[in-house]
């Protein structure tokens, strides 16, 4: 009878195998945001009406750790440290803790496309805006959850900033870091 005591050890595979699962991940998701397969996500990703109230409502970070491992954790990782020259962090990220949640709020509704520097490295790839598949009040849970976790302190961004940045208009292309710097 052969019985192992402990799996056979292959030196570097996990993260192979974590690189190729996010990559693939992440080309689902761009896929699903694709013209080509825009039946598929119409059916998937259909948007929802953004519902404001007429109190101010902060994120909820537990529910937006949900959401994060549903649609952000594939790139940028259980500990928001990202994919090193794919995937920046969110993980002490100036972007992300910044005091005027704005430029993450548009990120999460019209994707990013083109370099950005974050943290000291230039990461130059593509993110799907993966709004169409969140609510405002999701987007809300999501960045709080970001902005309050994995050693970042900033305030909670609420559903009202989310829809009051959606309102101002749908985009048909990811914003540029550039274009998002003149703000």
């Not at 953004?50 to 500990?79: E, K, M, S, W």
């Not at 990013?112 to 230039?122: E, S």
């Not at 405002?136 to 909670?156: C, F, H, K, M």
């Not at 990811?174 to 710097?181: D, F, G, R, S, Y």
Request: glycine fraction near 8%; proline fraction near 11%; hydrophobic fraction near 45%.
């Amino acid at each position: 009878m052969f019985l192992r005591t402990r799996p056979p050890q292959w030196p570097g595979l996990t993260l192979a195998f974590v690189s190729v699962a996010a990559l693939a991940l992440a080309f689902a998701g761009g896929c699903a945001h694709s013209s080509a397969n825009a039946p598929v996500a119409a059916a998937v990703a259909a948007p929802q009406p953004a519902t404001a109230t007429p109190t101010t409502t902060p994120g909820d970070p537990d529910v937006g750790a949900a959401v994060y491992a549903r649609i952000c954790l594939g790139c940028h990782q259980f500990n928001g440290q990202g994919l090193p020259g794919a995937f920046p962090p969110l993980a002490g990220s100036p972007l992300v803790t910044d005091a005027d949640p704005g430029k993450v709020i548009r990120i999460v509704l019209h994707g990013l496309q083109g370099p950005i520097q974050v943290k000291g490295t230039t990461f130059n790839s593509i993110m799907p805006p993966p709004a169409p598949a969140l609510t405002d009040q999701d987007i809300a849970d999501v960045l709080t959850y970001v902005r309050s976790d994995w050693g970042n302190e900033a305030a909670p961004v609420t559903v009202e900033a989310v829809t009051a940045i959606r309102a101002q208009g749908a985009r048909t292309t990811p914003w540029t870091w550039a274009e998002l710097e003149k703000l």
